[in-house]
């Protein structure tokens, strides 16, 4: 299975660190965010990984290269503005392939083990939940046997994680802006969107308060 890490956010809740550096390089645990999604995937056994970028993506590209330090092969999905999570999904649709894939998002950090994930083939879409954070305490979606669902109790939190389907995405036109919520919310009607919950360590790293308390975390680890 291929993977994705979307990169291309502009972090402005980080301002000024991300002024001249992009989220996904900001230092945690000594080394960019987006290195430990590269090695875990690498670790799971994913050869493939597409990294869609925006806002100073020349600079991701200089770091990360064609993966080879990473035992991975990378290649890249520049969007000239960005996207927003589907659109930016659909425009690497060609490099992705007709095969289910996964996505990660590459402001968060999860410990979760990625493989099993690897072995998903959902009719759309395949979500890890988490429980809600403090700063997002309404959630996104309830867990019903085993289904996510746009509405019910109690309701949890995307954490970014998931597992899609090109099918998902035929709708948005390459190059187009297009938010993932819709998307996913259409398909659950069809109870078309499998979910699980995670229940180890996930962080949304969206402010330079919670990139030091992840920072801290790894250091201790």
Not at 86 to 98: E, F, H, T, Y
């Amino acid at each position: 299975m291929k993977a994705m890490i979307l990169a291309a956010g502009r972090g402005e809740r980080m301002r000024p660190m991300t002024d001249h550096v992009p989220k996904p390089l900001l230092p945690a645990g000594g080394k960019p965010l987006i290195a430990w999604h590269l090695e875990r995937l690498a670790a799971a056994g994913v050869r493939d990984v597409v990294v869609n970028h925006a806002h100073l993506g020349a600079q991701i590209e200089a770091v990360l290269g064609d993966g080879t330090a990473y035992q991975l092969r990378i290649r890249y999905s520049p969007e000239a503005e960005a996207l927003e999570t589907a659109g930016g999904i659909a425009q690497a649709l060609p490099l992705l392939g007709p095969a289910p894939f996964l996505v990660i998002n590459g402001d968060i950090f999860c410990d979760m083990p990625l493989a099993p994930l690897l072995a998903q083939a959902p009719e759309m879409a395949h979500l890890v939940l988490v429980d809600n954070p403090a700063h997002h305490a309404g959630g996104d979606f309830a867990l019903v046997g085993g289904l996510a669902r746009a509405a019910g109790e109690p309701r949890l939190t995307f954490s970014g994680i998931g597992v899609y389907r090109p099918a998902l995405f035929a709708a948005v036109p390459a190059g187009s802006k297009a938010r993932l919520a819709p998307l996913l919310i259409a398909a659950m009607h069809s109870a078309a969107v499998s979910a699980e919950k995670f229940d180890g360590c996930w962080i949304d790293v969206g402010t330079p308060a919670r990139l030091a308390a992840l920072d801290i975390h790894l250091r201790r680890l």
